[in-house]
């Protein structure tokens, strides 16, 4: 009788062994499937995600508010002084962010413009002019696809002049001249994003430059003389540009 009384025993811890070890094994998955179950629907609240998550601003605008760009324009000029042609004007420049609304940019362009002659000043002739303009841009809305903005600028204008042939007699030469040098302008105008790389422009741009002009005459019989004048090279620009937009850093 013992021996059987020991096996039921045996068999009976064994049997509440078993159920315990099922019952603590079930509540363990369990709780790992309600855990699974509780991640696989679980709700991510905005303000938990990191800040570029939840930036709904337009990728295109983000990527050109923080790239430097190169620009390349070409438009028209309208001197103030009916003696210069309206001119083709031309450039290029690099634009660089310092702030959310301002910018600094730095231009070198490209003018060329006809001549007529003028009693005491000028005779036929073209004048070329290269001026060098460091700028300020402020943006005028706090907008980022369009992007209105004013400008001034400072620089320097490089001139030269070339007359067309003159008649005079042999022992004359005659050779004049536009002194180069400092220049203002100012302006407004507008750029848009068309994608992460590129965007469009748009200026219009008052220049002030007021020069001196220098006639030199060489008479092999009397010597060289030479006669200033003053020159008014204040004009109108208009231009519609490209720009290429290159990232600074990650």
């Known amino acids: 009788m013992t021996i059987p009384i020991l096996l039921i025993a045996f068999m009976l811890s064994t049997a509440v062994s078993a159920a315990k070890t099922q019952a603590d094994t079930a509540h363990t998955i369990k709780n790992i499937s309600g855990g699974k179950q509780d991640s696989k629907y679980l709700r991510y609240d905005d303000s938990r995600l990191p800040k570029k998550y939840n930036d709904k601003n337009d990728p295109i605008t983000e990527e050109k508010n923080s790239h430097l760009s190169i620009e390349v324009r070409t438009g028209a000029g309208i001197p103030v002084e009916n003696y210069f042609d309206s001119r083709i004007v031309s450039g290029f420049g690099l634009t660089i962010p310092l702030k959310k609304r301002l910018s600094f940019s730095l231009d070198l362009g490209y003018w060329k413009s006809g001549v007529e002659e003028v009693p005491a000043k000028f005779y036929d002739g073209h004048l070329k002019a290269f001026p060098l303009l460091a700028s300020l841009q402020f943006s005028l809305l706090n907008q980022n696809k369009v992007r209105p903005y004013a400008f001034f600028s400072a620089g320097y204008m490089f001139c030269t002049f070339e007359m067309e042939n003159i008649i005079t007699i042999p022992e004359i030469t005659i050779e004049q001249k536009v002194k ?66 290159i990232k600074l850093s990650e």
């Open 180 to 245: 180069s040098g400092p220049c203002l302008g100012a302006g407004l105008g507008v750029d848009v994003a068309v994608s992460r790389s590129f965007g469009m422009l748009a200026e219009a741009t008052y220049f002030y430059r007021k020069a001196q002009g220098i006639t030199t005459i060489t008479d092999l019989n009397f010597g060289t003389s030479t006669r200033e004048f003053p020159v008014n090279l204040h004009a109108w620009t208009f231009q519609i540009g490209i720009k290429y937009f």
